[in-house]
């Protein structure tokens, strides 16, 4: 049997031809003879290559930190790829739709390993891949007690990679443990700042050169306000920082006693930052839309549940710090190219957790265009059929998913600050993510008052969420598959509320009067969980609304019949 670095694929070549050829969506992104590469000048043309190179290595800073051993791995699949294997050349092209030797698909309930043996652990490589939940919280009791409170924060912060020091941990800020890549990078970005013609985006690469080369969160943060401010911007290149990978860091908030202590020294809980690029190409049109869904956001904070609770960072007393665009992609590598289930189409950042938030900076929403349209649209039909009265099929529009993601992207800009975001340990992500889709279909109403919608379209709306997002292939795994769990809890909080309901043919009718109402007090629920700030009532939210019988086993197996694309690939010409 043919090893890799002495590792067996855990697949048979029939089996990766039918993952590759059967299972797998195809991403493609936009070429040099796009209409919007096009309209570049040739300054922004020769940026454009450079911010590409710079995306290209910091996806193998990615590789790093998802597991010790991807690039040895990657590297062995080429190689043999290269000398005529067809095994390795299947194994390649699944390793890249995963972006790592191990990941979730959104379907099946365990991870897809492409080595015999070989997975990745619940703290990615972001910590010791021995290093289980127990002996970390005991570690750090240990540390308490020796009063190392300042590697303690280190340690708990999200951009620092852990590993072990005698009997104890030692944390290491990104900058110095990816010193290599990111001076590679920084350099990248340097040359691309000289060649574009915009001078805000020639300010922004400047600033995030240096906040890449020097171990300064305040570089991070001043790179992230230039970023926020960037609304007409020929080019969109992004540093994204989420922290929704990591399964270890949150967990120390449910040891009773380690949380007293961390109380105690007021010491933040972030989970690491799994790093991500994105570049891609300004489109007007699309983001001429989005600014008109921007001017609602003032109104709506006044109409949050518990809105004098708590201070938002919008307000109807200040200016909207966001910005909007909908650009057309050139490259997506790191975080975003982990299509572990799907990719995402849509980004709200800074999250909450970094500084740029905390001192005042605003937002930046991008949209990803070649992303939202890829569908099937003959699978689409048949998926129809089989769940939706025919009443309801003319209010499918894959269109009105779109404005639910815009409507879900803002709703993370409203709500209580990361001071209450962070604090549901593991379920915050999963709370989070419930609150910014219950505030998109909450309001809906108001932009049809508003008339930026029409009742055709919010019905539209309505009917693609839940048609599209709600009828789960498979029951999500906790805590990992957070945007599946969602939408189990909001699938189920509608069935409950009566706002949609199955005939005896099991076909779906929707109440549209009483999705919002239902959705509203589900947002309720979860706002006072995040004011709360207690990981067990965050737990037991989860727990009470993630029930699954057998309508969604029913729902889950026709899913399954229909045919399911499990991987997604993304394809670039860059």
């Not at 574009?196 to 985006?201: I, S």
């Not at 309901?501 to 959705?519: G, M, Q, R, T, W």
Request: proline content about 3%.
């Amino acid at each position: 049997m043919t090893t890799y670095n002495g590792y067996e694929l855990n697949y048979t070549i029939d089996e990766l031809k039918k993952m590759i050829s059967e299972e797998t969506t195809d991403v493609t992104l936009i070429s040099k003879e796009s209409s919007s590469y096009q309209s570049l000048s040739e300054g922004d043309k020769k940026a454009l290559t450079h911010l590409v190179n710079a995306a290209n290595i910091l996806n193998n800073v990615s590789l790093i930190q998802d597991n010790k051993l991807n690039i040895a791995q990657k590297n062995a699949l080429i190689t043999a790829s290269n000398n005529g294997d067809e095994h390795a050349s299947l194994a390649l092209k699944l390793f890249n739709s995963l972006n790592g030797v191990s990941g979730l698909n959104g379907i099946d309930d365990k991870p897809i390993n492409i080595f015999k043996n070989l997975t990745t652990p619940a703290g990615k490589n972001f910590y010791p891949d021995d290093l289980n939940i127990d002996e970390f919280h005991n570690i750090l009791l240990n540390m308490f007690a020796n009063n190392q409170i300042e590697e303690i924060k280190k340690i708990l912060s999200s951009r620092t990679m852990v590993v072990r020091d005698n009997n104890s941990l030692k944390a290491i800020d990104y900058t110095i443990y990816f010193e290599k890549e990111f001076s590679e990078m920084a350099n990248e970005l340097e040359v691309a700042a000289f060649y574009t013609t915009d001078t805000l985006f020639k300010e922004y690469l400047s600033w995030q050169a240096q906040a890449l080369i020097q171990n300064n969160e305040d570089m991070d943060m001043l790179a992230d306000k230039h970023w926020a401010q960037m609304q007409n911007t020929p080019l969109e290149f992004t540093i994204s920082r989420e922290n929704y990978d990591d399964e270890i860091t949150s967990t120390v908030l449910e040891n009773k006693e380690l949380a007293h202590l961390i109380k105690e020294h007021n010491i933040e809980v972030v989970a690491k930052d799994m790093l991500g690029a994105r570049v891609g190409i300004l489109n007007k049109e699309g983001t001429t839309l989005l600014l008109q869904f921007k001017d609602t956001m003032k109104e709506l904070s006044s109409l949050m549940p518990f809105s004098d609770k708590y201070n938002q960072t919008i307000s109807t007393n200040s200016e909207v710090q966001q910005t909007m665009v909908d650009v057309d992609l050139v490259a997506l590598t790191g975080d975003y190219a982990q299509a572990r289930g799907g990719i995402t189409i849509a980004q709200n950042l800074p999250n909450n957790d970094k500084l740029a938030i905390k001192t005042g900076g605003g937002r930046r929403n991008v949209y990803h265009r070649q992303v939202r349209l890829s569908h099937d649209a003959k699978r689409t039909q048949n998926m129809l059929n089989t769940f939706l009265h025919p009443d309801f099929h003319q209010y499918y529009n894959p269109e009105a998913d779109h404005i639910f993601v815009i409507g879900h992207e803002n709703g993370h800009s409203l709500g209580p600050s990361s001071e209450y975001q962070n604090s549901p340990g593991i379920c915050k992500s999963i709370i989070e993510e419930n609150k910014a889709d219950t505030i998109s279909i909450a309001f809906m109403p108001e932009y049809v008052k508003r008339k930026i919608i029409t009742e055709q379209q919010l019905k539209e709306i309505y009917t693609t969420w839940i048609t599209r997002r709600l009828l789960l292939c498979a029951k999500p795994i906790f805590p990992t598959e957070t945007y599946k769990i969602v939408d189990l809890i909001e699938f189920n909080t509608l069935l409950n509320y009566g706002a949609i309901s199955f005939d005896e043919n099991k076909l779906l009718h929707i109440n549209f009067d009483k999705v919002s109402p239902a959705i509203y007090e589900l947002l309720t629920k979860v706002i006072d969980i995040q004011l709360k700030k207690s990981p067990e009532q965050a737990r037991k939210h989860i727990e009470e609304n993630c029930t699954w019988n057998e309508l969604h086993e029913y729902i889950a197996q026709k899913q399954k019949e229909l045919g399911i694309k499990k991987y997604k690939n993304i394809v670039s010409y860059f």
